[in-house]
């Protein structure tokens, strides 16, 4: 009789690992579809990450190109009223010559 005794403690361990078997199977399946979980939750974070960004980075080139063209206004208004008064102070200083130029040859300056 020891025979089946033999054979039930075998058909047992048999039995045993089996159930490992299956539970390390669903273990595994279980730890495959949390990393894949956790992975798309990572990817949607950085789309969301990405998507900030590039509207942050917008927002700041928008706001350097206007304050560009705000700044590059006001030069050129600083160098249109500059040669404004050059061109006045040419004027001027022609008009000032011409008096001198009039009274040095004038009657009354000899």
Same mark, same amino acid.
């Given at each position: 009789?020891?025979?089946?005794? $033999?054979?039930?403690?075998?058909?047992?361990?048999?039995?045993?690992?089996?159930? *490992?078997?299956? *539970?390390?199977?669903?273990?595994?399946?279980?730890?495959?579809? +949390?990393?894949?979980?956790?992975?798309?939750?990572?990817?949607?974070?950085?789309?969301?990450?990405?998507?900030?960004?590039?509207?942050?980075?917008?927002?700041?080139?928008? !706001?350097? *190109? +206007? #304050?560009? =063209?705000?700044?590059?206004? #006001?030069?050129?208004? +600083?160098?249109?009223?500059? $040669? !404004?008064? =050059?061109? &006045? &102070?040419?004027?001027? $200083?022609?008009?000032?010559?011409?008096?001198?130029? =009039?009274?040095? $040859? &004038?009657?009354? +300056?000899?």
């Amino acid at each position: 009789m020891p025979v089946p005794d $033999t054979n039930r403690t075998i058909a047992d361990a048999i039995d045993r690992v089996l159930e *490992a078997e299956h *539970a390390a199977a669903a273990a595994i399946a279980a730890a495959k579809a +949390s990393a894949r979980a956790a992975l798309e939750a990572a990817r949607e974070e950085r789309r969301r990450i990405l998507e900030r960004s590039r509207a942050r980075i917008t927002r700041l080139h928008e !706001r350097a *190109a +206007s #304050q560009l =063209a705000t700044r590059l206004a #006001q030069l050129d208004q +600083s160098v249109a009223a500059a $040669t !404004r008064g =050059a061109d &006045s &102070s040419h004027e001027l $200083t022609d008009e000032v010559i011409a008096i001198v130029a =009039a009274r040095l $040859t &004038s009657e009354e +300056s000899s």
